[in-house]
Structure formats: structure tokens, C-alpha cells
């Protein structure tokens, strides 16, 4: 069982059972922490429709600037319930940087070479074509994909974070399970490169991993489809309820780092604390399989009660997930 840590200073608890903080000194300097949080925050707050500041006569609380621009969230939200988007943001980049660019498209995919690279090459292109616009907390590989010795994407693999709590245990996967925790091509790259560069990065992985996982956002407009050309199995969404879709200054952010920075990932918390905070559906799992033949069924036999069909994006119809 994992050892329960102070949420100020980690040190080990030893107090009751639902204590959060070892001491009242470490108890204290939490709340003094996210007092000066709501201090920092109270001139950035910005309007979640126009993205102007939000005057400080305002409540605490407020997340628009004015009544037309409530007016103006409320009607965008009515419009977009119960749809998806039609294409995946990184997909809507790429176009527009296809438009404004004039190089030609990489022709012959067949001499792509896929290879490893530092995470600073990766983080030229992730940053740009990511819908999250930054790298993980913590990326153990990063493979790319290269036209003429050119880099045309990048891929990066982490820890899967759910390890430690045991999630993957009562699958077999403890110790085997790595995560696909970011991915983009360029404008330029063919269209395949995406597909190649994930099958044979997957192939320069460590040997003892056996297991790859990835996620898709539906905030981003992701369905899986390049996972699925890749032959991944799809399992949706693997856990109830929603998340928190949090922006500070325009940047995004995850619940992870929010909840180190303010003490909390609460959408309505946050919210108070001046965070541009909503909450949306959680993202849906992709695997994938490697090693010996037995091996591969083995794994994909433990979690084949969890696998469905994957989702499609129909034009001009309201998507269904099956």
C-alpha cells in the first residue's frame, strides 16, 4: 500500500488517517500558499469568452467580464452539446501552416528513417502542433521520424502514471506498461509519417516493455484514428466521471500541476482561485502489444472484456463512440 505524504512538504504521515498535512506548521504554510495564490491570480483573471481581464470590482468568482459575454459562452456551449468536432486540432494546425507555408509534402515515405532523439528535438514540434502545447512532467524516450535528415515528427513515451496506484496490476501489466504521452508531425510530413513513426518507435523500446497505452481528448477533437491505422485496440473511457480542463494565462495546464500549485483540482475551486477552469469528458484509452505471439494474446486476453469497436467520425452526423 502506498505510504500516504504530506501535501506540503511529502514527508510521510504519521498522524490520523485522513490527515492531509504532517503538522499544523506544514498546515498553516499550505493555506498561507494558496493565499498568495488568490493574491497573484486576482490581476490575471481573465473573461473565459473574450480573454480580456476581468475587473477586480467583480466577485472573486467571475468568470465572464460582462453579461453578453455569459450570453456568448452559454450559446456556444448549447451549439456544441452533444457534437464532435469534425477534425482534431492538430490536424486544423497543420492545414493552416500548410496554407501559409510553401514547401512541398515529403513524397516517398518508404525512406523515412525513424530514429531516437533528445526531448529538446521533440519539444521544437510538440509544442507547436499539440493541442496541450507542452511536454510531459516526465518523458523517458522520444523517437523521430526524418526526411532527407529532416525531423517531420516526434513522439514521446513516459511512465504511465496509473502504475503506481495499482490500476494495472489485476491486467498483468505491472512493470510492462509504458504510455505514448505525446505526438506530432509537421505540416510537410507525409501523410503516413504519423503511423510509421509510432509502429517503429514502438519497436526501439526497451524490451521488457510490453504493453503501450495512449489517450485521446475529445477537447481536442480526437477520436484515435491515427491509433487506429496504427492497429490499436480501443477500450473508451476506462474510469466514470469527468476532469478539469484548467488554463492560466491562456496556457493549459494539468489537473496534476494545478492541484501542486493551488492545493486543490476541484473545477469550482480552482475556478475561485482565478483559474479558467471547465469540466469535460475524461479521455478515452488506446493499447497495444508487443513481444512473442503468445505473450501479445496473453495480454490482450486479460483486458479483451474492456475492448469495443472503434469510434467513427461521420460527416454531417452526430457522432456515437461504440
Known amino acids: 500500500m502506498k505510504t500516504p505524504r504530506c501535501l506540503h512538504c511529502s514527508r ?22 494558496r493565499a498568495r495564490i488568490v493574491r497573484v491570480l486576482a490581476h490575471r ?48 494546425i497543420r492545414e493552416q ?38 511536454m510531459p512532467a516526465v518523458g523517458r524516450f522520444a523517437f523521430g521520424i526524418f526526411f532527407d535528415g529532416r525531423c517531420g515528427g516526434a513522439v514521446v513515451y513516459g511512465d504511465e502514471y496509473a502504475e503506481n496506484l495499482g490500476v494495472w496490476d489485476r491486467y498483468g501489466c505491472r512493470g510492462k506498461i509504458i504510455a505514448l504521452l505525446r505526438g506530432a508531425c509537421a505540416h510537410w510530413a507525409h ?6 513513426l509510432i509502429r517503429r518507435s514502438m519497436d526501439l523500446l526497451p524490451e521488457h516493455y510490453k504493453v503501450v497505452t495512449a489517450t485521446v481528448d475529445p477537447a481536442a477533437g480526437e477520436i484515435g484514428v491515427i ?40 473545477v469550482r475551486a480552482l475556478a475561485r482561485l482565478g483559474f479558467d477552469a471547465e469540466a469535460v469528458r475524461r479521455r478515452a484509452r488506446y493499447f497495444a502489444f ?3 505471439r503468445r505473450e501479445r494474446e496473453q495480454l490482450r486476453a486479460a483486458i479483451a472484456g474492456l475492448m469495443k469497436s472503434y469510434p467513427r467520425r461521420d460527416a454531417g452526423k452526430r457522432e456515437v463512440p461504440r
Open 12 to 33: 510521510p504521515l504519521r498522524a490520523r488517517a485522513d490527515a492531509k498535512t504532517c503538522s499544523s506548521a506544514c498546515r498553516r504554510a499550505r493555506w498561507r500558499k
Open 45 to 92: 483573471r481573465r473573461c473565459a469568452a473574450c480573454r480580456k481581464p476581468i475587473a477586480l470590482s467583480m466577485r472573486a468568482d467571475s468568470r465572464f467580464c460582462s453579461a453578453r459575454c455569459r450570453q456568448k459562452d452559454y450559446r456556444r456551449r448549447k451549439n456544441a452539446a452533444g457534437k464532435s468536432p469534425q477534425k482534431a486540432y492538430q490536424r486544423i
Open 97 to 134: 501552416l500548410a496554407a501559409e507555408s510553401a514547401e512541398s509534402v515529403a513524397a516517398d515515405i518508404s525512406r523515412a528513417e525513424v530514429r531516437p532523439i533528445a526531448l529538446a528535438e521533440a519539444r521544437a514540434l510538440i509544442e507547436v502542433y499539440e493541442y496541450l502545447g507542452t
Open 191 to 196: 501523410p503516413h509519417a504519423a503511423s510509421k
Open 227 to 266: 491509433y487506429q491505422s496504427a492497429g490499436f485496440h480501443y477500450c473508451g473511457v476506462m474510469r466514470a466521471g469527468g476532469r478539469a480542463l484548467i488554463r492560466l494565462n491562456g496556457k493549459i495546464m494539468s489537473e496534476r500541476q494545478a492541484g501542486r500549485l493551488a492545493g486543490t483540482r476541484g
Open 290 to 292: 508487443r513481444g512473442p
